[in-house]
């Protein structure tokens, strides 16, 4: 199981940090990763990171804001999210594959889910 944590509310430039913690190990074979949906919206991918290698995956529009890494705690992956914009806003959800391709496409076909947490960028 999946764990998120840190959401909140922030204005306009601000920074958050959300974080997900799983109850098992997490093997080298595995990719973490966040999605967002937002309200209204479908699903998408925002980050992901190779645990065996620590190779990183960003979508466009998060690229240079967000910084997906492993957490200082064991078995957490910490989303670090800057200059936040009020498209940002959503329900951040962590997930766990084997397959990158996964991530994408709604994540519809993702093996394991975390619940989500509540990001909000207001002005």
């Known amino acids: 199981q999946l764990q998120a944590c840190g959401g909140g509310s922030v204005q306009i430039g601000g920074s958050l940090r959300v974080s997900c913690t799983a109850s098992?190990?997490?093997?080298?074979?595995?990719?973490m990763g966040w999605l967002r949906q937002a309200l209204g919206k479908e699903r998408e991918f925002v980050a992901a990171?190779?645990?065996?290698?620590?190779?990183?995956y960003y979508a466009d529009s998060v690229k240079g804001r967000f910084t997906i890494s492993r957490g200082v705690t064991e078995n957490t992956v910490d989303l670090q999210m800057d200059t936040l914009q009020p498209e940002d806003t959503a329900v951040y959800y962590c997930?766990?594959?084997?397959?990158?391709?996964?991530?994408?496409?709604?994540?519809?076909?993702?093996?394991?889910w975390g619940q989500g947490t509540e990001v909000t960028v207001s002005s």
């Open positions: 997930a766990r594959d084997t397959d990158l391709g996964s991530f994408y496409s709604g994540g519809r076909y993702l093996r394991t």
């Open positions: 098992g190990r997490i093997y080298s074979s595995h990719i």
């Open positions: 990171i190779r645990w065996g290698g620590g190779r990183t």
